[in-house]
């Protein structure tokens, strides 16, 4: 399970104020919390920032890329931030996202072929978000079919469902579920990738909530995940789901993860 | 207000059957329709946008609270004679343009709704020259506007622009919210109001109103 950690968002307060005071000491703190509890890439979104978009998200890739030798996940639907961030950012970068909403794909489409990188494609149409497993699959096929025709390859390509709350409408679980386990099916060796946090909204004890949807979402084949890695509680679900999926030998990294005291607590 | 206290609690409650058969019954007991609405119905529903808005109640009571209003409300419908029923006044509301997410917009709309406003929702999207035109067309008291992206928050303020153009800012009032939006941002780009949910978005639009 490829893990993509959520902490560095300028949505967040303690996050905005860091990257106003450019105080790299905390930025590299929380990139360094994320990275030794098991991200692989590191997400930084500073969207909040407006028109300063762009110098922030690069001050954060050198500031993160100074403290940890891990690629980062840009976070992003403006083009110009994404090309500035992309060229200060060592190695291959995840970016996050092009979709096929109007303008979108052919803004964010020379960027991602620009050079070597990772690249999420969000299931929204070009006019609305879908909400069936149907409309999410046939968004996430087009995708997939524009972007494998531009030469990159299929297993850099991590199609996002597109998560949206339960509590609006109680079959939104069982959309993203039914999408993630569509397409995985129909694009062999493609990945698939979401935030959690949405399908919780509106409702009380959203953590709880947020584990198990995780936990259900890897038996129906989600791949990677943005998520708070932090939080130890989700890691361990993360863990044994692994474990009970069949992709820990030996049950080996359960057993390390007790060991390591990481289940104190759960 | 006693007299509605069984519909009142089916509404809260979200008993669709219930709440319609009280509106029924109140109805074939000769209670005054314009009563029903504002004593049973909107009373009842300003106290579920309250108790939402303080977290003690969540969307999906908060939903089925508002469907069985729906429900009690068609069967006043065909009572409805011309100025009968007064509205708090004109929403005109959207998602903006950029931007596809609807479902706080939906929520405030249908609470709004539930309040006695009468709403026109132009879905997401909206392009400011949109709002420009259905504002001249409609003459709304309220311009209501969503994001939920941080990137299409600059719409908001190139809508209000749009409407000063049209000489329309005067007109109306803007309300605007969505999960990156504060009230800061509203003071920022002058929006007469900012509301951080669908249930305070009733609050804040009464009271630019000055409306109960």
């Known amino acids: 399970m490829l893990i993509v950690g959520e902490k560095i968002n300028t949505s967040r307060k303690s996050i905005e104020e860091a990257v106003r005071k450019r105080d790299a000491a905390s930025i590299a703190k929380v990139a360094r919390e994320q990275a030794d509890a098991g991200a692989h890439y590191i997400d930084v979104n500073a969207g909040t920032f407006l028109d300063q978009e762009v110098d922030c998200l690069c001050w954060l890739v050198e500031t993160i890329q100074n403290e940890v030798a891990l690629p980062l996940c840009l976070d992003s639907p403006n083009p110009k931030a994404l090309y500035e961030a992309m060229k200060r950012h060592k190695g291959e970068p995840m970016i996050n996202s092009i979709s096929l909403e109007e303008g979108r794909f052919q803004a964010i489409l020379p960027i991602i072929t620009s050079q070597p990188c990772h690249i999420v494609a969000l299931c929204m149409a070009k006019t609305a978000m879908p909400t069936t497993v149907e409309e999410r699959v046939q968004v996430g096929s087009e995708l997939i079919e524009k972007l494998t025709d531009e030469g990159i390859p299929l297993e850099k390509i991590y199609v996002d469902p597109l998560v949206q709350p339960v509590s609006v409408n109680t079959s939104m679980g069982i959309a993203t579920l039914g999408a993630i386990n569509k397409i995985m099916n129909d694009f062999p060796g493609v990945n698939t990738i979401c935030g959690l946090s949405n399908i919780s909204f509106g409702l009380p004890e959203r953590r709880l909530i947020n584990r198990n949807f995780l936990a259900l979402c890897m038996s129906y084949g989600l791949s990677a995940v943005i998520l708070d890695p932090t939080d130890q509680q989700l890691m361990a679900t993360l863990i044994t789901v692994e474990m009970l999926l069949g992709r820990d030998e030996y049950c080996g990294n359960f057993i390390d993860a007790y060991q390591n005291g990481r289940f104190t607590g759960c | ?212």
Request: charge should be neutral; hydrophobic fraction near 45%; glycine fraction near 8%.
């Open chain 2, 1 to 212: 207000m006693s007299d509605f206290k069984a519909l009142s609690e089916s509404v809260t409650k979200g008993d669709i059957k219930m709440a319609v058969a009280e509106t029924q019954s109140a109805l074939d007991a000769g209670v005054s329709v314009q009563d029903i609405l504002d004593k049973g119905l909107i009373a009842t529903m300003d106290e579920v946008g309250e108790r939402y808005s303080k977290g003690l109640i969540f969307v999906p009571q908060m939903l089925r609270s508002a469907k069985a209003m729906q429900e009690c409300t068609k069967l006043l419908k065909p009572f409805f004679r011309e100025g009968d029923v007064i509205s708090k006044g004109k929403v005109l509301i959207g998602t903006i343009n950029g931007d596809l997410h609807d479902i706080g917009k939906n929520l405030v709309a249908m609470m709004m709704e539930g309040a006695g406003f009468t709403v026109t929702d132009l879905g997401v999207n909206v392009s400011p020259e949109n709002f420009v035109q259905k504002t001249q067309e409609i003459e709304p008291d309220i311009v209501a506007m969503s994001a939920l992206l941080s990137t299409t928050m600059p719409a908001m303020s190139q809508t209000i622009e749009a409407l000063q153009k049209a000489g329309l800012r005067d007109k109306v009032k803007v309300m605007i919210g969505g999960a990156p939006v504060t009230k800061e941002y509203a003071q920022k780009i002058m929006a007469d109001s900012y509301a951080s949910d669908a249930g305070s978005a009733v609050a804040k639009a009464k009271k630019l109103l000055g409306v109960p």
